[in-house]
Nanobody, 123 residues
Framework: QVQVMESGGGVVQAGGSLTLSCSAS????????MAWYRQVPGNQRELVAR???????NYAASVEGRFTISEDLVKKTVHLQTNSLKPEDTAQYYC?????????????????WGQGTQVTVSS
């Protein structure tokens, strides 16, 4: 079982910054990709930023140029630097991990999520 923990959310004024952090822990797994999603009540969860092994990061258009994702897939940690925050960035932010578990016979793939961390941007 993989545990995913986020931290770093909070309340900030528009134009401010926050750094969100996420770590995944457990036994014998590989993190093939890590990402940040966000969700506002009543809306679908949306991708904010994602990094996968061997690829460049990709961002939602709404955060491009303001947010930066950085990760260490070996250490299974990912951070999201959020700058120039806007009230519309207010949401619950979730860390997602694409988990690979290798056995002798095969490789199994899972999706694991953290509990989320709230970001509130006041105008």
């Amino acid at each position: 079982q993989v545990q995913v923990m986020e931290s770093g959310g909070g309340v900030v004024q528009a134009g401010g910054s926050l750094t969100l952090s996420c770590s995944a822990s457990g036994r014998r797994f590989e993190a093939d990709a890590m990402a940040w999603y966000r969700q506002v009540p009543g809306n679908q969860r949306e991708l904010v930023a994602r990094m996968s092994r061997g690829s460049v990061p990709n961002y939602a258009a709404s955060v491009e140029g303001r947010f930066t994702i950085s990760e260490d897939l070996v250490k299974k940690t990912v951070h999201l630097q959020t700058n120039s925050l806007k009230p519309e960035d207010t949401a619950q932010y979730y860390c997602h991990v694409k988990v690979l578990v290798h056995t002798i016979e095969t490789t199994n793939e899972y999706n694991d999520w953290g509990q989320g961390t709230q970001v509130t941007v006041s105008s």
